[in-house]
């Protein structure tokens, strides 16, 4: 099961930008569809972003025009670029991998996104 490490959260004051990484310990290359998801505090686990293994990227409505996902095969590296931020964007960031051939889901353990003055 491939394994994710999420880095790159902090405090970010709003209108500001962010740039979250995910590692992956295996090649997800053709093999995975990644993608970035977040939890805020009492609230469910969304989407924010998710690139297929064909690498065709899809966004939630909330984030469409601020956020891009980009994905680096050589490093196995899946990176989320996210501007103008507001406080709403405030939440845990959690990097999925699905795996194109049976199903299997792997999360990483989170990263925190805090916007704030």
């Known amino acids: 099961q491939v394994q994710l490490v999420e880095s790159g959260g902090g405090l970010v004051q709003p209108g500001g930008s962010l740039s979250l990484s995910c590692a992956a310990s295996?090649?997800?290359?053709?093999?995975?569809?990644m993608g970035w998801y977040r939890q805020a505090p009492g609230k469910q686990r969304d989407m924010v972003a998710t690139i297929s293994s064909g690498n065709r990227p899809n966004y939630a409505s909330a984030v469409k025009g601020r956020a891009t996902i980009s994905k680096d095969n050589a490093k196995n590296t899946v990176y989320l670029q996210m501007n103008s931020l507001k406080p709403e964007d405030t939440a845990v960031y959690y990097c999925?991998?699905?795996?194109?051939?049976?199903?299997?889901?792997?999360w990483g353990q989170g990263t925190q996104v805090t916007v704030s003055p």
């Open positions: 295996e090649s997800i290359s053709g093999y995975y569809v």
């Open positions: 999925k991998a699905r795996r194109v051939r049976n199903g299997l889901e792997s």
